[in-house]
T-cell receptor, first 117, second 114 residues
Framework: GAVVSQHPSWVICKSGTSVKIECRSLDFQATTMFWYRQFPKQSLMLMATSNEGSKATYEQGVEKDKFLINHASLTLSTLTVTSAHPEDSSFYIC?????????????FGDGTRLSIL | GDSVTQMEGPVTLSEEAFLTINCTYTATGYPSLFWYVQYPGEGLQLLLKATKADDKGSNKGFEATYRKETTSFHLEKGSVQVSDSAVYFCALSDSGGGADGLTFGKGTHLIIQP
């Protein structure tokens, strides 16, 4: 089946640094990828939608300059948390879909746990 | 905006018990509805889905019926196994699930005891 790989799975870094998270579709081409954020005991919240070769569409309340998303190829999207602070600590999950018009389900990565000290 | 409400967990059952996890939603238009499952240490996997009213999604012995009149999509299984222990997420999409991001419930942690 369709596999989405997310890297790293866990990262700890100091406040003020930038952290990049990769999301790769391993055996299919993903026209669209989504980034979600999950706080403890909360639901996954959609942060942004990225389409290959175009700018990401951010949900209301998500800072574009804080969470930089790049979808440079059909198999890779990256989320960079810039100048991270403790409040950015969370679980970040990506998903990918082969064709936004084909009614296909999203395939999820295993998530990245980000801890900012 | 869209929202999904599902029963709080954890839900603890004995093996072979009947399972129901309630899920209700609010949405504009006619959303598609999903159940995702997250086994320990793994990512989310699609369990089943339904795209229109009265559709029944089913997989691995689990079923859920899209009830437009009650805006519900309750998950059921007749006889649970220890291997069903996981976190279950109800979700909706304004499209078929591909073009739009999903709106998730908070998740229900299911624990099945032998």
């Amino acid at each position: 089946g369709a596999v989405v790989s997310q890297h790293p799975s866990w990262v700890i870094c100091k406040s003020g640094t930038s952290v990049k998270i990769e999301c790769r579709s391993l055996d299919f081409q993903a026209t669209t990828m989504f980034w979600y954020r999950q706080f403890p005991k909360q639901s996954l919240m959609l942060m942004a939608t990225s389409n290959e070769g175009s700018k990401a569409t951010y949900e209301q309340g998500v800072e574009k300059d804080k969470f930089l998303i790049n979808h440079a190829s059909l198999t890779l999207s990256t989320l960079t948390v810039t100048s991270a602070h403790p409040e950015d600590s969370s679980f970040y999950i990506c998903s990918a879909v082969t064709d936004e018009y084909s009614n296909q389900p999203q395939h999820f990565g295993d998530g990245t746990r980000l801890s900012i000290l | 905006g869209d929202s999904v409400t599902q029963m709080e967990g954890p839900v603890t059952l004995s093996e072979e018990a009947f399972l129901t996890i309630n899920c209700t939603y609010t949405a504009t238009g006619y959303p598609s509805l999903f159940w995702y499952v997250q086994y320990p240490g793994e990512g989310l996997q699609l369990l089943l889905k339904a795209t229109k009213a009265d559709d029944k999604g089913s997989n691995k012995g689990f079923e859920a019926t899209y009830r437009k009149e009650t805006t519900s999509f309750h998950l059921e299984k007749g006889s649970v196994q220890v291997s069903d222990s996981a976190v279950y997420f109800c979700a909706l999409s304004d499209s078929g699930g591909g073009a739009d991001g999903l709106t998730f419930g908070k998740g229900t942690h299911l624990i099945i005891q032998p």
